[in-house]
Structure formats: C-alpha cells, structure tokens
C-alpha cells in the first residue's frame, strides 16, 4: 500500500487548497478513505471520511461547511478541498485507508495558513 499526498503549501487566512492522495498497491474502489491532520504537540485529528463508491461522507464539526472530500476511482485519487482557511488549519496533513488491522499513511502534505 502506497499513498501520496500533494497539494500543500502556504495560504492566507480565507484561502483555499486542494489536497490530493494518490493510492497504488490495493483495489482502490473497494476501501474507506480518511483525511487527518496532525500539529507538533496534538494528538492526530480526523477529518474526513468518504466511502469507497464515494456515496458515503462524514467529517469533523470543525470542517463541517469549508472542507468536502471526494474522490476518483479512475485514477486511484481522493481529494480534500479546504476553503474559507484558519490559521488554526495549519498543519500536516494525511490520507489515510484500512485494510487489515493496521492502518496506513502517506507521508503527509504541510499545509500553513498565515498572513
């Protein structure tokens, strides 16, 4: 299992991203995607969650109405649009899937909300 995030960067408060994860090494259409988030000193937090039909979407109360996650089958891709950004957004964020006991992770992608 492999998963590649990309689409970070540096964004005024108010801004937007588009985040992406690129999957390989399972049958991508068949699995749960997540999207977390993790600052130095916190515990990981969650953020979204989309089925693998992409029919089925859930996330954090504190993304609720600026962050939508989605995905494509065809290219192996789940995305997170991030609008109206906070400074308190900044972080690294991951992609995340389950496929056994144990989860896997990309490395993550820094995202760094400032003026």
């Known amino acids: 299992v492999q998963l590649v995030e990309s689409g970070g960067g540096l964004v005024q408060p108010g801004g937007s991203l588009r985040l992406s994860c690129v999957a390989s090494?399972?049958?991508?259409?068949?699995?749960?995607m997540r999207w977390y988030r993790q600052t130095p000193g916190k515990e990981r937090e969650f953020i979204a969650v989309?089925?693998?039909?992409?029919?089925?979407?859930d996330y954090a109360d504190f993304v609720k109405g600026r962050f939508t996650i989605s995905r494509d089958n065809a290219k192996n891709s789940v995305y997170l649009q991030m609008n109206h950004l906070k400074p308190e957004d900044t972080a690294v964020y991951c992609c995340?899937?389950?496929?056994?006991?144990?989860?896997?992770w990309g490395q993550g992608t820094q995202v760094t909300v400032s003026s």
């Open positions: 090494g399972f049958t991508f259409s068949r699995y749960y």
């Open positions: 989309i089925s693998g039909t992409g029919g089925f979407t």
């Open positions: 995340s899937t389950q496929l056994g006991p144990s989860a896997s």
